[in-house]
């Protein structure tokens, strides 16, 4: 058995997933396996990647990173959600908190109590339930509690980071910890003659990495996933239509706004993400619906600062390749796929790849059951992300030709009934290990416009006036505590341990 233990793991790339990922290997493997990470600093990374989701926290955990260092060191804020501006239609705003709406009552989940008092009179936007969006409308900011019985323990947080300093920070953690660091281009790939498994590689300056398992996280290039092993990318952009984004930092304007911001376009959507030390903003568009100078023009027009930098083009395609894992090839980051950054999933999913290769960890043979398994949930896992995030582009009145594009397109089977479903009946019916629960997709489906015309009959237990009064008395409580509650620049210069 002993012998048969994977010793040698060799990273291709040093992006936010490389250096996730040589981060997790060291911390979680200590000595008993050597990571080696080849990385081109004349290719370099995306370097975007900036918002990320509540999911964060278990990372970081893992790895060992104390939050205030970690706050410093890649000069981090706090995310309580997303404001979606724009996007139902031109003048209209909603957010998508963290957390949970409402208090966890006995009974029926809470929206269908929500549902059942409009229905009874209480004409309460959802927002008002929420303690995390309220917050954030005032730029303040508190960690959840633990106790169920506070109204803070519905909160929910997330952050937004430098992902060149968050990349680094793990370089250095990582190096502490024993991760050989490879500078060069990859050359060649050796693969055994007799099992196909990969080997080697080969660098530019003539080095030769050997190893048991090789986890490519090359980023879009996929040079191991793709070229080596063949595995095909599925192409999703017929659902997902952007295809570019510009991305650009810009100075930053004070407060700081403890969420991301997004803005509907007429080709796409523009993100704001407020960082300690400037503000970073991107156009996500259409390439066959906005000339790369059009969108950038827009984006540059749409600064709250005078601009920092040249603007970046990006690339991509929303999709992704269904075996991530063949032989002892495991694609983690932007090779396994790509979904747009428009829930800040990609990092989530970055992690949840190192989650799972931690579980399935395998022997040198690479039992094909543990990769089909691996495959399995990373496919349920980026189709439900995908869902979730066709449906903000599909539910929508704006009336420029990408989005009168998507209102009419067909939807895939599952998103198509889960939208009848909740209209009809305020049910959402979700699988167990979704990413995304059932207070995610009430924001969404909610902001955008599609009503519930029904909730769960177990709500017509409680009498209407004690349902309305509660439901009520909660957005009073939310009310009372939001002025409270500390101003996020202070929590934040608190724990970096600076004026505010
Ligand atoms: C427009 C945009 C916005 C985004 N915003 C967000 C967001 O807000 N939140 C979020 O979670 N995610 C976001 N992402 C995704 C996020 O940027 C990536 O998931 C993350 O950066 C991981 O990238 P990666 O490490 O897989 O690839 P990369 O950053 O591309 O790294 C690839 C690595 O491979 C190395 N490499 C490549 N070829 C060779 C070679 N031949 N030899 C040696 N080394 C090589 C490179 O040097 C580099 O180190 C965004 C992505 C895009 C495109």
């Known amino acids: 058995m002993e012998s048969r233990r994977i010793r040698r793991v060799v990273i291709l790339g040093g992006g936010t997933a490389g250096w996730m990922t040589a981060g997790a290997l060291s911390h979680s493997f200590g000595a008993a396996v050597t990571v080696t990470l080849l990385e081109s600093e004349e290719i370099g990374t995306v370097g975007v990647g900036e918002a990320t989701i509540p999911t964060i926290h278990w990372f970081n955990s893992l790895v060992g990173l104390d939050e205030a260092d970690f706050l410093r060191a890649t000069k981090a804020t706090f995310k309580l959600g997303i404001a979606f501006v724009d996007w139902r239609a031109p003048g209209h705003r909603y957010f998508h908190p963290f957390g949970h709406y409402g ?107 050997e190893g048991d398992l090789f986890i490519d996280c090359s980023g879009f290039r996929a040079l191991l996933i793709d070229d080596v092993v063949g595995e095909p990318f599925e192409d999703w952009s017929h659902w997902l239509p952007c295809d570019r984004a510009v991305a650009v930092p810009c100075a930053r304007v004070a407060p700081t706004t403890p969420y991301t911001r997004s803005t509907a376009r007429a080709a796409g959507w523009q993100w704001r993400i407020p960082l300690q030390h400037r503000i970073g903003n991107g156009y996500v568009y259409a390439s066959d619906q906005c000339s790369d100078d059009a969108a950038i023009a827009t984006l540059l027009a749409n600064l709250d600062g ?129 990413l995304f629960r059932e207070a995610s997709w009430l924001a969404v489906l909610d902001g955008q416009g599609i009503k519930a015309q029904g ?26 505590a939001v002025p409270t509650l500390p101003m996020h620049d202070a929590v934040l210069a608190q724990m970096i341990g600076t004026p505010s």
């Open 103 to 209: 208090a966890a009552l006995p009974g029926v989940a809470f929206h269908h109590r929500w549902l059942k008092a409009a229905t009874n009179g209480l004409a309460l936007p959802l927002g008002a339930l929420s303690l995390a969006e309220r917050l954030a409308d005032e730029n303040r900011f508190a960690r959840p509690s633990g106790d169920a019985r506070s109204i803070l323990s519905s909160l929910g947080y997330a952050y937004h980071f430098d992902a060149g300093l968050y990349a680094a920070y793990l370089r250095r953690v990582s190096e502490t910890r024993g991760v050989t660091r490879v500078e060069g281009r990859l050359n060649t790939v050796e693969r055994h003659p007799d099992t196909g498994f990969v080997s080697a590689l080969t660098t530019s300056r003539g080095e030769r990495l």
């Open 306 to 434: 005078e601009p920092l930098a040249e603007p970046r083009l990006l690339r991509f395609k929303a999709g992704m390749r269904r075996r991530p894992w063949r032989d002892n090839v495991v694609a983690i980051g932007l090779s396994s796929g790509f979904l747009e950054p428009l829930e800040s999933t990609s990092i989530h999913l970055i992690q949840s790849g190192i989650a799972k290769l931690l579980t399935l960890f395998p022997d040198r043979d690479c039992d094909p059951a543990l990769a089909s398994r691996f495959n399995t949930t990373f496919a349920r896992d980026m189709d439900g992300i995908k869902d979730f995030l066709i449906l903000h582009y599909h539910a929508t009145g704006r009336e420029e030709p990408l989005w009168r594009h998507c209102r009419a397109m067909s939807l895939p089977d599952g998103l198509r009934e889960r939208i009848a479903q909740y209209r009809r009946s305020g049910r959402l019916i979700l699988d167990p290990d979704e």
């Open 455 to 480: 909730y769960n009959p177990l709500a017509d237990a409680i009498d209407p006036a004690a349902n309305r009064a509660q439901v009520q008395q909660i957005a009073d409580v939310i009310a009372r």
